[in-house]
């Protein structure tokens, strides 16, 4: 989306030199019409340049982490705990460092960017107009979909015999991979 805007710009750049070639040779009504039509995208198109470069950089941890209430979740991704879900992805690289936030609460759907997106947005809202609950919680429960998206064709997945054992009630959802792996973030105690 960033190259087509990008072009449009430069098109827009383009009609510009040539119309100042052209501009004096012009009536007032065309010159009228030509503006309205060169000018009046620039706005539109740096407008969504600049939502679309945010609506990315949303998906950083760094941005995740700009929100003081999200500090332990973020010094979670660090704790020496090998049960800890997210620390054990991230300190593996399981999850692209940069993105792990986003790409373990986006779903692997459609419009799961969008939504993860939505979302993101909501928390921006919440954190400097209504201000943060006390305890954060997740939207909705966790879609063993998004582990299974990874996980799922992985040989030590596949070989494991509570895995197997109980594969139709994971696929299902009947049963939730956080009903065995229960340990997410690994929150430090306030003393």
């Not at 750049?13 to 119309?19: A, D, Q, R, S, T």
């Not at 007032?28 to 009046?40: K, M, P, Y």
């Not at 460092?97 to 809202?125: P, R, T």
Request: with cysteine; proline share 4%; aromatic share 10%.
């Amino acid at each position: 989306m960033s190259v087509f805007l990008f072009v449009l710009g430069l098109i827009d750049l383009g009609l510009i030199f040539f119309l100042m070639k052209q501009w004096r040779h012009m009536s007032v009504v065309g010159r009228v019409a030509i503006g309205s039509l060169v000018f009046a995208p620039m706005p539109l198109v740096y407008g969504l340049g600049v939502t679309l470069h945010s609506l990315n950089a949303m998906k950083s941890v760094e941005f995740c982490g700009s929100c003081h209430v999200m500090d332990a979740y973020i010094d979670s991704l660090h704790v020496e705990d090998a049960e800890s879900i997210p620390a054990i992805h991230y300190q593996n690289n399981w999850v692209p460092q940069e993105n792990a936030c986003y790409d373990c609460h986006s779903e692997y759907s459609m419009f799961g960017d969008i939504k993860a997106k939505l979302n993101g947005l909501k928390h921006v809202y919440v954190n400097y107009v209504t201000g943060p609950p006390e305890e954060i919680e997740l939207y909705q429960a966790y879609r063993n979909e998004d582990c299974l998206h990874c996980h799922g064709p992985a040989k030590n997945y596949q070989s494991g015999e509570d895995h197997v054992d109980n594969a139709e009630e994971i696929k299902t959802g009947e049963t939730s991979c956080l009903d065995c792996h229960d340990v997410g973030h690994v929150l430090k105690k306030e003393d």
